[in-house]
């Protein structure tokens, strides 16, 4: 089992950046393909991006390619969202998701996927 938590949300202007972070403990963190999700109020949960256990592989929508990058530092147990060029609709409760799997990221774009979850961070973009 994984414990995971979210940091870095907050209140930013359109065309800012943030970056989160996600902490783990648990488990030895390599082991897990990790994601970060979003929602936004009256929405469903949406995939935004996931990266392969060893950081090798990454996967994002479509939405935020170009925009934002995730990474992963083992050593640290940390998964990790930069984010650039904001836009109010990405304003959203972000979730970091955890996975043991060697299924490839391309496939771990939903929800359901995953097992662990984190507790989310809020971020706010204004226009």
């Known amino acids: 089992q994984v414990q995971l938590v979210e940091s870095g949300g907050g209140l930013v202007q359109a065309g800012g950046s943030l970056r989160l972070s996600c902490a783990a403990s648990?488990?030895?963190?390599?082991?897990?393909?990790m994601g970060w999700f979003r929602q936004a109020p009256g929405k469903e949960r949406e995939f935004v991006a996931t990266?392969?256990?060893?950081?090798?592989?990454?996967t994002y929508a479509d939405s935020v390619k170009g925009r934002f990058t995730i990474s992963r530092d083992n050593a640290k147990n940390t998964v990790y969202l930069q984010m650039n060029s904001l836009k109010p609709e990405d304003t959203a409760v972000y979730y970091c998701?955890?996975?043991?799997?060697?299924?490839?990221?391309?496939?771990?774009?939903?929800?359901?996927?995953?097992?662990?979850w984190g507790p989310g961070t809020q971020v706010t973009v204004s226009s």
């Open positions: 998701a955890a996975k043991q799997t060697l299924t490839s990221t391309l496939f771990m774009t939903t929800p359901s996927r995953f097992d662990y």
């Open positions: 648990g488990r030895p963190f390599s082991s897990y393909t």
């Open positions: 990266i392969s256990r060893t950081g090798g592989t990454t």
